[in-house]
C-alpha cells in the first residue's frame, strides 16, 4: 500500500521480487544497488541460512518519478524462495505495490516455476490483493544458460494475465534495470489514475494542457512606400507697405518778444493812460487765496503813491502797552474789612488809628 509523506511531499512504494529458489531475486536486488546512484539508494541488507539461500528481504530505497507533483520512492523487497518460509513470503507481500515474478528459464525448473507462481496469486488473496489487477512484471531469467524454455513456452506456462515480460541474465545486470522500469512504470499510472491525475502526474485527468505557443514567424520586410510628391512652392508673400513716419515734431515757438518800450513823456494836461493790468499775487504759501477785489485796490493805491497823487500810508501805530494795575497794599485790604464789619465810623477810627 502507498505510504504519502505530506510533509516531505514523498510516495514511499513497495515492490517485491517473488519466484522459486535461486531464480535470481536476490542477484538483481545486488546489481540494482550496485549501479544506483548513490545520494539515491540506501543501504542494501540481506539475511541469509547456513545453506546460503535469502531467508528474510532485502530493503533498497530508490527514487524513481513523481507521483501527483510528489517524489516518488521505491522499497525493493525479496522473499525466501523456500516453500516451508510461505509464512515470511506472505508477510512480505502485505502491502506491496508491484510484484516482479523472476522465473527460471531452464527446462528442469519448469515445475518449480509453475508452483511459485500459484503461491504468489494464494498469498496475495491472502493480503487482499488481486494478481488480475496489481501491476505485475515477468522476467526470464538466465537466458545465457543452455536447456532453456523458450519465451513461449514460459508465457504458456506462468503468463495467464497477458503481463509485461522481459528476458534477463541477472549475473551480468542485463535486463535488471529494464524490468524495474517497466514496473515502476506500470505503478506510478496505476496510482495516478487512482488520485485523479493523468499518468504524467502533473495534470488532472480530463484536464487539457495548452500547447505550448508558437515561435512567431519572422516578420517579412513590407516594400518601401513611395515618397509622396513634394508640395510646390508657396509664392512669396507680396512686401508689406511702408508706414510713412510721422512727421518732425514742430518747432519750438520763438523766444519772447522785447518788452515794449517805455512809455513817451505825457503832454501837459493830459491824463496818463490806465497801466496795463498785472497778474494777481500768487497766494502766500500755505495760506488763504486774496480776493482779487482786495488785491486790485491795493494795488491801484500803490500806483497812486507811486505817482505822487496819494500821500504814502502812516505807518502803523505801535499799539499801547496796557497798564499795570498797582496790587492793593495791606494797609487797604484791612480797610476794606474794617467797612465790611463797622462801616464808616469803625473804618476811620481804624484808619486814623494807625496813623
Not at 500500500?1 to 517485491?16: D, H, L
Not at 545465457?144 to 508465457?155: C, I, Q
Not at 488785491?295 to 502812516?314: D, T
Amino acid at each position: 500500500m502507498v505510504q504519502i509523506n505530506f510533509a516531505a511531499r514523498e510516495v514511499n512504494c513497495k515492490i517485491v521480487y517473488y519466484g522459486p529458489g535461486r531464480s535470481g531475486k536476490t542477484t538483481n536486488l545486488e546489481v540494482v544497488h550496485a549501479k544506483a546512484p548513490k545520494d539515491s539508494k540506501g543501504e542494501l541488507v540481506s539475511i541469509a541460512t547456513e545453506t546460503d539461500r535469502t531467508l528474510y528481504f532485502d530493503f533498497l530505497p530508490l527514487d524513481l518519478g513523481k507521483i501527483a507533483g510528489m517524489t516518488t520512492k521505491f522499497q525493493l523487497y525479496t522473499v525466501p524462495g523456500q516453500v516451508f518460509y510461505n509464512a515470511t513470503r506472505k508477510l512480505v507481500l502485505q502491502g506491496a505495490d508491484g510484484v516482479i515474478f523472476v522465473a527460471d528459464s531452464q527446462r528442469d525448473m519448469k515445475e518449480q516455476n509453475i508452483e511459485s507462481i500459484e503461491n504468489l496469486a494464494e498469498n496475495l488473496a491472502e493480503n487482499n490483493l488481486d494478481i488480475n489487477t496489481i501491476p505485475i512484471v515477468l522476467q526470464w531469467n538466465k537466458r545465457d544458460l543452455p536447456d532453456l524454455l523458450t519465451v513461449e513456452e514460459l508465457n504458456a506456462d506462468l503468463n495467464h494475465w497477458n503481463a509485461p515480460t522481459c528476458e534477463a541474465v541477472a549475473v551480468k545486470g542485463e535486463g535488471v534495470f529494464p524490468t524495474l522500469k517497466m514496473l515502476s512504470t506500470l505503478i506510478i499510472k496505476k496510482l495516478n489514475r487512482e488520485q485523479g491525475f493523468a499518468e504524467d502526474g502533473q495534470t488532472k485527468a480530463g484536464v487539457v494542457r495548452p500547447a505550448p505557443p508558437k515561435p512567431a514567424a519572422p516578420a517579412q520586410a513590407r516594400p518601401a512606400a513611395a515618397a509622396a510628391p513634394a508640395a510646390p512652392p508657396r509664392p512669396a508673400a507680396a512686401p508689406a507697405p511702408a508706414v510713412p513716419r510721422a512727421p518732425a515734431a514742430a518747432p519750438r515757438a520763438p523766444a519772447a518778444a522785447p518788452r515794449a518800450p517805455a512809455a513817451a513823456p505825457r503832454a501837459p494836461g493830459q491824463r496818463p493812460a490806465a497801466p496795463a493790468p498785472r497778474p494777481a499775487a500768487a497766494a502766500p504759501a500755505g495760506g488763504k487765496p486774496l480776493n482779487p477785489l482786495s488785491e486790485e485796490i491795493r494795488r491801484r493805491k500803490a500806483e497812486a503813491v507811486a505817482r505822487g497823487e496819494e500821500p504814502a500810508p502812516a505807518a502803523p501805530k505801535k499799539p499801547k502797552k496796557p497798564k499795570k494795575r498797582k496790587s492793593v497794599g495791606p494797609v487797604a485790604v484791612l480797610v476794606v474789612l474794617a467797612l465790611a464789619a463797622g462801616g464808616v465810623a469803625a473804618a476811620l477810627h481804624f484808619v486814623f488809628g494807625i496813623i
